[in-house]
């Protein structure tokens, strides 16, 4: 593998790990969302992310000349091995905070992976093209949720104002190109993510106004999952991700 | 026409095991099939979503299939580009799937999703996703039965 396929590989296992971290995430309302539809419907969109999670690994396994495998990205790396971005590993909260997190993040992944689709490497361009399809059902699901949430009770209303504010210090990390993203940006491989923060602050200006919610003001940022820095809430999820692999290793279905 | 037409064939066989109505060719799965060597066949997939679960199950069809008709030696190719559409689910396999129960994906609008049972307009969507990630759930307010809609992408 010469760097630029090492680059290329570590890339596709960032994207995986967005996919998988917070696939996971959602995964945790199986059984426990407020209402059945709720329930597939989360359950569904888990399945879309992990999916994707998949098809990002096996492709970073396949530049590894297959020694490894997907399941060795997923399931035999630790904390400081993750590259996801913060806000896929924060807890799930109340459905608010689940509805929220998926509407800021589905706005930042459709216009990602409408730009991964140009990418040069064909197959990081062929998943992004599924993804794009999945994230425009994805976000207007969540879009819609913000406005239900934050036009309905006054609790409902509050709920997603705390939320939003929660979430908004893990936002300014999506747009924060770091030295493997700029240097595939100049190969013709990966998004310039910095180069998404405007049209995404409109979008999620005018979702806000229609939700009734309050923009965050300040400038409050916490960033680091780019470089395997992580909250102390990623250790407990691969604890319960990883768990089957860690007690039998190489254990299969 | 395909050099392999017997195998094309076999593989009619094999359904969608959430659709069993409709084959993997007409839903526009199974995109490839050849031999490129004595003995080996190599079959092309590209999945519905990324997540669908029904695209293992499929693979492991396809290979007892083979195996079955004496072709031990299978490879399962994916595929992902050109990213599958609804628009290729062919029309008879649409027409099965309606009487299935399940609604076929309309392009344009989603004011004309008819009740598969009784064919009224009258319908709601209860949910955007259904009982897998490539349907959404309704209901219908003219007879009052839920049903699945595959949605288009």
Not at chain 1, 189 to 210: F, Q, R, Y
Not at chain 2, 17 to 25: A, T
Request: aromatic fraction near 10%; proline fraction near 5%; include cysteine.
């Amino acid at each position: 593998m010469d760097m630029q396929q090492e680059a290329v590989k570590d890339y596709g296992v960032r994207l995986g790990d967005d996919a998988l971290i917070l696939g996971h995430r959602l995964s945790e309302w199986c059984g426990k969302a407020p209402a059945l539809e709720e329930d597939l419907a989360l359950a569904n969109t888990a399945l879309d992310f992990i999916g994707r999670s998949r098809l990002f690994y096996s492709h970073a396994a396949e530049l590894e000349g297959n020694r490894v495998s997907e399941d060795t990205y997923a399931y035999t790396r630790d904390c400081r091995e993750f590259r996801n971005l913060l806000i896929c590993e924060l807890p799930c909260g109340d459905f608010a905070f689940t509805m929220a997190r998926q509407y800021l993040v589905d706005e930042f992944y459709l216009a990602f992976m409408q730009g991964l689709t140009f990418s040069v490497e064909q197959t990081l361009a062929g998943v992004a093209a599924k993804a794009v399809k999945e994230s425009r059902y994805h976000l207007r699901r969540s879009r819609q949720w913000m406005r239900v949430l934050g036009q309905g009770t006054d609790e409902s209303h509050d709920r997603l104002q705390t939320a939003v504010n929660d979430l908004w210090g893990y936002t300014p990390e999506m747009f924060e190109p770091d030295e493997l993203e700029r240097k595939l940006v100049a190969a013709g491989v990966a998004v310039d993510t910095s180069g998404l923060k405007d049209d995404w602050m409109k979008a999620v200006n005018k979702t806000l106004a229609e939700a009734s919610v309050q923009r965050p003001e300040g400038n409050w940022a916490v960033r680091g999952g780019r470089q395997g820095i992580h909250t102390e809430y990623l250790g407990h999820l691969l604890s319960e991700l990883q768990f089957v692999q860690r007690a039998y290793p190489g254990l299969e279905w | 026409m395909s050099p392999v037409p017997s195998l094309w064939t076999l593989l009619d066989a094999v359904k969608d095991p959430e659709i069993p109505v409709v084959s993997i060719w007409e839903l526009g799965i199974l995109q490839d099939i050849c031999q490129p060597d004595e003995g080996v066949v190599r079959v092309k997939l590209t999945p519905t979503y990324s997540g669908c679960p029904a695209m293992d199950v499929i693979a492991e069809d396809i290979v007892r299939t083979l195996e079955c008709s004496g072709y031990p030696q299978v490879e399962i190719e994916r595929s992902l580009s050109p990213a599958w559409s609804s628009t290729w689910i062919l029309p008879n396999a649409r027409r099965r799937m309606r009487n299935f129960g399940i609604v076929p994906p309309v392009a344009d609008s989603a004011n004309s999703i008819a009740c598969p049972q009784c064919d009224s307009t009258e319908t709601l969507l209860v949910s955007e996703f259904g009982s897998t990630a490539c349907k959404a759930l309704y209901r219908c307010s003219s007879c009052g039965e839920p049903f699945d809609y595959f949605k288009p992408i």
